[in-house]
């Protein structure tokens, strides 16, 4: 049972943003860790960022400093703010839990040079 939906992708221009966000609907939600992972063409997917409980973040070192994941436990949410963004962003942007539950549809990021 796929517990979570991403939204908020779309085409942007390098250097542009985007903020995703990722709705929860376990009731767990605010004792769940969270993570953000993207699948790019001809990649596998990979970590992007994670968020936990009481909001410690972890950053993979390609997104560092452009993007910021947050949570709001109030809404069952998670977000990812995505800043500067890249050509090399380019990929299906999923969340999960952490450890992972059945993964959503994910939402799609394209970035044109």
């Known amino acids: 049972q796929v517990q979570v939906v991403e939204s908020g992708g779309g085409l942007v221009q390098a250097g542009g943003s985007l903020r995703l966000s990722c709705a929860s609907s376990?009731?767990?939600?605010?004792?769940?860790?969270m993570g953000w992972y993207r699948q790019a063409p001809g990649k596998p997917r990979g970590f992007v960022a994670t968020?936990?409980?009481?909001?410690?973040?972890k950053y993979a070192d390609s997104v560092k400093g452009r993007f910021t994941i947050s949570r709001d436990n109030a809404k069952n949410t998670v977000y990812l703010q995505m800043n500067s963004l890249k050509p090399e962003d380019t990929a299906v942007y999923y969340c999960?839990?952490?450890?992972?539950?059945?993964w959503g549809q994910g939402t799609q990021v394209t970035v044109s040079s």
């Open positions: 376990r009731n767990s939600f605010s004792t769940d860790a």
């Open positions: 968020i936990a409980v009481g909001g410690f973040t």
């Open positions: 999960n839990t952490i450890p992972s539950q059945p």
